[in-house]
């Protein structure tokens, strides 16, 4: 269930784009409980159908489900072919989400000086250029030393990373809502701070059940992804002091301003 989580991505498209998109500040929890709820709906028919078609265990161990119950059932071609047209529709959106947003977070770091202003270069279709090189030589990277289970290992340790960021993120809420209480904020969550405790546990929950999801190397390869983040934390730091930046922190005084 902690890595099924990272089927949800859609919703984190939603703060990402944000600034792409036309659309009022305190409505956007309808974007991202729309992104949550329609997919658990699809996921729940899809799973219920499967289920009804053979023991789990033998489903367990199909490569591809669907096409081989079609066959087994005698059922029209067809179906197959638009079984697995609609996997590999899945999969290059959920690349996607993944790519559009890593791409951004590059961006947007660029712009509070946390990395070189060069991420903040973008092309005529305006998509930032560096920054999607960069995150196509690191997922080359990650793949490589991934070997066979590179899908395994991207799900498993994309939904650990996912949990230490929703952690810090709730973490930083209710932070903020203690350092800043006079900011204007556009939504609050109802509920408060007991939500974000809620996200919290979640959060570890996340890391853990993804963690379970790992063998020793699939340990092997977050160990050189974190190993990776540090040292690019690393130098990134060491190019703020030579170029004398100073990282910005965002305030509500600048919604609307970039």
Known sequence: MAVFSLKFIGFEMTPTLVEEANFPASKLWKVILSALFI???????????????????????????????????????ILAVLAIVSGLMHAFTTLMGFWTSSARVLYGASQLNQLPKVFMKVNRYGQ??????????FSL???????????????????????????????????????HPEWKRPFRAPGGNFVFGVGMLISVWLIIGACMELDRGGYVSLGLFFALGAVVYALAAAHRRVCGYQMRVLTPDDIGKE
């Open 128 to 137: 930032p250029f560096w920054a999607n090189v960069v995150v196509y030589l």
């Open 39 to 77: 997919p658990a709906l699809l996921y729940s028919f899809v799973v219920l159908a499967m289920g009804g078609m053979a023991p789990w265990k033998e489903i367990a161990a199909m490569n591809m489900p669907e096409p081989e119950l079609i066959a087994r059932f005698g059922l029209p071609g």
């Open 141 to 179: 990277f990650f793949c490589y030393f991934s070997g066979d289970n590179w899908v395994q290992y991207i799900y498993a340790i994309s939904s650990i990373a996912a949990g230490i960021v929703y952690f810090i993120s709730c973490l930083d809420v209710i932070r903020l809502r203690k350092l």
